[in-house]
């Protein structure tokens, strides 16, 4: 009985990691939950990225688990934005509840195995410059609130187009020390505010310039198609 139960749990591993990362954000529902929204961002972040290395490490993928992982980002990401769209209002809120509209799409899409997936930018890249928003408005005293709108309303964009974004710092990032190194990245801008620019500026730059150069690679094979 015990051997089963070993084998079950570590074929179950990684999910038990997704669910683990989905877990603690019912703080964001306590009276002062949004005073965790940075912590549980990053932390999410590097639950995610944990079990991807956990199912390839042990060889323990499977579609079941990619559905669940896909799910639990779904509703992780969907809950962070909320929280944080809640918090400011107005524009913010339209904005965000725009963005979660786009989460759901794009999660719901790659729920189907006869769907191609592979296009667009990850919901948690979404998450990660939220995150550096967060940190740089913070830093400088200014009202995030414009910013908010502008990442939410282009991620929904950039979520749910067909064409790949090239050069994401974290789609680059193969192996588990490169994917460890970008987790670290993350809470080194959390904790050490004179290193927050230019880590935002590495990721935020590289997604503008992905989505310019994938669009671009999209327009040009359109067009290069024959008309019917």
Known sequence: MENLQGKFIYRNLANITSILGVLPL???FLEEGY?????????NNVMDDLDGILAARLNIRSRFGANIDNVCDAVAHVALIMAVSAHFGGL??????????SIILRATSRLDPGIVTG???????????????????QMFNVNPEFFLVVIFILHSVTMVVSFKLPVLIRGLAKTATTVTLVNVALVAAWLIPM?????????IATYLYSFVVGGAQWLKERGNKPCV
């Open 26 to 28: 019912v703080l964001l």
């Open 35 to 43: 005073r965790y929204l940075i912590p549980l961002i990053i932390f």
């Open 92 to 101: 913010t809120l339209m904005a965000g509840m725009i963005a979660a509209a």
């Open 119 to 137: 296009g667009g930018s990850p919901t948690n890249e979404l998450m990660r410059h939220m995150l550096f928003v967060l940190l740089l408005t």
């Open 195 to 203: 290193v927050t620019p230019f880590i935002a500026a590495a990721f």
